[in-house]
């Protein structure tokens, strides 16, 4: 199974609010990234978990909180975003953080910020 | 750094027919993969293809095949008898070995439209 899931799939928030992106894997992989993308636009990534440890942080503003609870699981906390944030946030796994195995990516959510 | 150019923003295939999406790379590593990554407009994308750098095998999945050429610094994919379905946008990726946590490389992605 290579199943990555991720809810919600749309969502809707104003600038005011908080909410959570939830992501799950039970491949037993132990590299889980989040990636922000944009229409007609290669993913950019945002976060990376290596052994459920934050490895990678590029640069992404406070208002983004990514959490990692267990390995099977990763959480995107949204707080005060901005109109630019809307986009799809894409979560994906590997097997290993530093080989070169391949990313199953989940089918995102999308996000609106009113 | 690494770096991924796919040259065609969009590319039409008659059903059927085989179709090849370009894609060159640049790197100064010796260990890496290169995949092809395969994204409907309903958002999800597909992992399809992977080569790595040591392989001396073509990569074949199915109804893709990579075009992979060392010195050329070239991964191609190609895709024979074309199906409506394979309608979507193509991105290859390349991550190099024990660098960053496997940050992976994009390219800007090409667009395959399949006509009836």
């Known amino acids: 199974d290579t199943e990555v899931t991720q809810t919600p799939k749309h969502l809707v928030m104003g600038m005011t609010n908080k909410k959570s992106l939830k992501c799950e894997q039970h491949m037993g992989h132990r590299a889980m990234y989040w990636y922000k993308q944009k229409a007609k636009k290669p993913p950019e990534l945002m976060f990376v978990?290596?052994?459920?440890?934050?490895?990678i942080n590029e640069s992404v503003p406070s208002r983004f909180s990514p959490e990692c609870p267990n390995s099977s699981l990763l959480n995107l906390h949204l707080h005060a975003l901005q109109p630019e944030d809307s986009a799809l946030y894409l979560c994906a796994s590997s097997q290993e953080p530093d080989r070169t195995y391949e990313q199953y990516f989940g089918p995102g959510t999308r996000l609106t910020v009113t | 750094a690494q770096k991924i150019t796919q040259t065609q923003p969009g590319m039409f295939v008659q059903e059927k027919e085989a179709v090849t999406l370009d894609c060159t790379y640049d790197?100064?590593?010796?260990?890496?993969?290169l995949f092809w990554y395969k994204q409907p407009s309903s958002g999800e994308m597909i992992f399809l293809i992977y080569q790595g750098s040591y392989d001396e095998q073509n990569a074949t999945e199915g109804r893709y095949s990579l075009n992979f050429q060392k010195a050329r610094k070239s991964a191609n994919l190609v895709i024979s008898a074309s199906q409506l379905g394979d309608s979507a946008m193509y991105f290859c990726a390349m991550r190099v070995y024990n660098t960053n946590a496997g940050k992976s490389t994009f390219g800007d992605g090409t667009t395959l439209t399949v006509k009836p």
């Open positions: 790197t100064s590593d010796q260990s890496y993969g």
């Open positions: 978990y290596s052994y459920e440890k934050l490895s």
